[in-house]
């Protein structure tokens, strides 16, 4: 099945990609994409903790969509995946007055 990725900075430049068309097993878990995304980007993973930003942090700073609805990375194994899912990995937006 076909997945397309589309990441946030400064994930993206740490990865080289702003957006990624993988091709999944079928079944596969939004939890597997990451790990998927992790193997072929060896900084996938210190760039989803900041790496890139001015203070790297210890946890994932990211948040992740699947079709536009949030999905925590703790219930990403178990959240499946279809042909055609867009899943956005992007920072938490904040600040205004």
Do not use: C
């Amino acid at each position: 099945m076909k997945v397309t990725v589309k990441m946030g900075a400064p994930l993206s430049q740490v990865v080289g990609e702003k957006k990624v068309i993988l091709h999944l097993e079928e079944g596969a878990t939004a939890a597997g994409l990451l790990a998927e995304l992790g193997s072929r980007y060896p900084d996938f993973d210190a760039g989803l903790k900041g790496q890139g930003l001015r203070t790297p942090y210890d946890r994932v700073l990211y948040q992740m969509f699947v079709n536009g609805r949030p999905v925590t990375f703790e219930a990403a194994a178990g959240r499946p995946l279809r042909d055609g899912d867009r899943v956005a990995l992007f920072l938490p937006v904040a600040g205004g007055d």
